[in-house]
């Protein structure tokens, strides 16, 4: 208890640390509590990085689906191609089978 009372005493007689302890909470309460503290700052700017990375994504894929519309313009064989592996169309004498691996498996 005499250790106690004399850290107090310390403490009591040391005049600038009140103002060492509201720094130290200032510091807290911007650096980490805050809502527009840094570690929002980094989160945020993490997320900024995956944002961009979906915007390059789906750059490329609209690129590529701008090319395949072109080539859709100028060749009709390119829509029968698409026509006949994603809805299955046919011409008239043609005959389709589609075939799924795996369906026998499960029956048994």
Same mark, same amino acid.
């Given at each position: 208890?005499?250790? =106690?009372?004399?850290?107090?005493?310390?403490?009591? *007689?040391?005049?600038?640390?009140?103002? /060492?302890?509201?720094?130290? @909470?200032?510091?807290? =309460? /911007?650096?980490? =509590?805050? %809502?527009? *503290?840094?570690? !929002? $700052?980094?989160?945020? &700017? #993490?997320?900024?990085?995956? @944002? &961009? !990375?979906?915007?390059?994504?789906?750059?490329?894929? $609209?690129?590529?689906?701008?090319?395949?519309?072109?080539?859709?313009?100028?060749?009709?064989? +390119?829509?029968?191609?698409? +026509?006949?592996?994603?809805?299955?169309?046919?011409?008239?004498?043609?005959?389709?089978?589609? =075939?799924? %691996?795996? #369906?026998?498996? +499960?029956? #048994?």
């Amino acid at each position: 208890m005499k250790k =106690l009372i004399a850290v107090w005493v310390l403490l009591k *007689s040391f005049k600038p640390l009140k103002y /060492i302890i509201v720094i130290v @909470l200032a510091i807290l =309460l /911007i650096g980490f =509590l805050d %809502e527009n *503290s840094i570690w !929002s $700052h980094l989160r945020n &700017k #993490e997320h900024m990085g995956e @944002l &961009k !990375s979906e915007i390059e994504q789906l750059n490329q894929e $609209h690129a590529r689906n701008q090319e395949q519309i072109k080539l859709l313009d100028k060749d009709p064989k +390119a829509i029968e191609k698409i +026509a006949r592996e994603r809805y299955f169309m046919k011409a008239d004498d043609e005959d389709i089978y589609v =075939l799924k %691996e795996g #369906e026998d498996e +499960a029956a #048994e």
